[in-house]
Every structure is written in C-alpha cells, then in structure tokens.
C-alpha cells in the first residue's frame, strides 16, 4: 500500500518525503529497494509464528494446560521502526 501511495504521488508531480512523508508496515524486502527507501515498521514474524502454535497447541490439548482458556487473549510483541528515506 505505501509503495503504491509513492507511486501516486510521484505520477502526481509530488515527492516523497519533502511533500508527503509515507510509511509502510510490514517492511516488505522491495521497502529497501524501492525509491525513496520506504520507512517501515518491522514484525518480528519469527516470534508471531512462535506465539501462534504455542496457543495452537494450547488448544489442541487442553489436557496439557495449566489452566483452561475461556476468553480471548492478548499477544503484545514489541514492533521495530525501520527509518528509511520516505519519512
């Protein structure tokens, strides 16, 4: 999304950032490449894929739990900012 938003800008006679400042989320591989670099937020998909099969596996079997899960959970996993040339 924030690669197409530059794409817009720049076919509009604008540039990225002294006109708009852009930011992605995600911080996709074309982020770096892209012109301007795009800055980004970066997930730590490793540990979300971590947090992900313990609670799958939590779930699949209750009979290994310490105690019973009954309402929905919060995962807070600390996001990094990635400042490029795009902000």
């Given at each position: 999304?924030?690669?197409?938003?530059?794409?817009?800008?720049?076919?509009?006679?604008?540039?990225?950032?002294?006109?708009?400042?852009?930011?992605?989320?995600?911080?996709?591989?074309?982020?770096?490449?892209?012109?301007?670099?795009?800055?980004t937020?970066?997930?730590?998909?490793?540990?979300?894929?971590?947090?992900?099969?313990?609670?799958?596996?939590?779930?699949?079997?209750?009979?290994?739990?310490?105690?019973?899960i009954?309402?929905?959970?919060?995962?807070?996993?600390?996001?990094?900012?990635?400042?490029?040339?795009?902000?």
């Amino acid at each position: 999304m924030a690669i197409g938003a530059i794409k817009t800008a720049k076919a509009a006679n604008f540039r990225v950032p002294q006109d708009f400042s852009i930011m992605g989320f995600d911080d996709i591989p074309e982020s770096a490449f892209y012109h301007p670099p795009l800055t980004t937020i970066r997930q730590g998909l490793y540990e979300l894929g971590q947090v992900a099969v313990q609670t799958f596996m939590k779930l699949r079997h209750p009979d290994q739990r310490d105690e019973p899960i009954t309402t929905a959970q919060t995962v807070m996993l600390q996001p990094q900012l990635v400042i490029r040339e795009s902000t």
